[in-house]
């Protein structure tokens, strides 16, 4: 919990920071790299939380590795290295895209149907949802079989369940009472 919030207040801090100095882009661009050096290989993800390995030198590994970012990204590691939290720089980088989103506006909402939607369908769903939000909907769309029939929509922290699979564990509930 306490990790999830420092990378939160780091990311914003990113943020604010790449807003300020209007490299915004740039910056965007680093921390997406930063994100698929990590999901590429387990090997960077072991190295930044490596005990083995001092601060000094992974700051000099990472500027070695990311040489042609932007200089308030450097900043922006060798900061953290600095703080001793550089095995929190992958979820720093997915706060600071989290972030990013909000800051402009875009809501990713997922939804899971038990096949795949057809297009009226879908129009219908994203028209209610869009009824009660102001932003740009980022839909994500997924095929889970074992809900037997219906959909799950999720938006930030809220989720709508009308699967059959849903149901059905309703109604059993209502019986065995």
Do not use: C, W
């Amino acid at each position: 919990m306490k990790s999830t919030k420092s990378a939160a207040r780091y990311a914003k801090a990113l943020l604010e920071l790449a807003i300020e100095k209007n490299s915004l882009a740039a910056v965007e661009s680093n921390v997406n790299a930063i994100i698929r050096a990590g999901e590429e290989t387990s090997d960077f993800s072991m190295f930044l939380n490596s005990p083995l390995i001092t601060g000094t030198k992974k700051l000099s590994i990472l500027t070695t590795l990311f040489s042609d970012f932007e200089n308030v990204t450097m900043d922006f590691l060798a900061l953290v290295t600095k703080n001793g939290r550089e095995s929190q720089i992958m979820a720093i980088a997915h706060s600071f895209n989290a972030q990013l989103k909000d800051y402009r506006g875009i809501i990713p909402v997922s939804i899971v149907s038990a096949r795949k939607l057809e297009e009226a369908t879908r129009k219908k769903i994203v028209a209610q949802i869009q009824k009660t939000v102001s932003g740009t909907l980022e839909l994500t769309e997924n095929v889970d079989e074992s809900l037997i029939g219906g959909f799950i929509v999720r938006m930030g922290d809220k989720q709508i369940d009308a699967s059959v699979l849903n149901q059905l564990a309703r109604l059993k509930q209502e019986l065995i009472k």
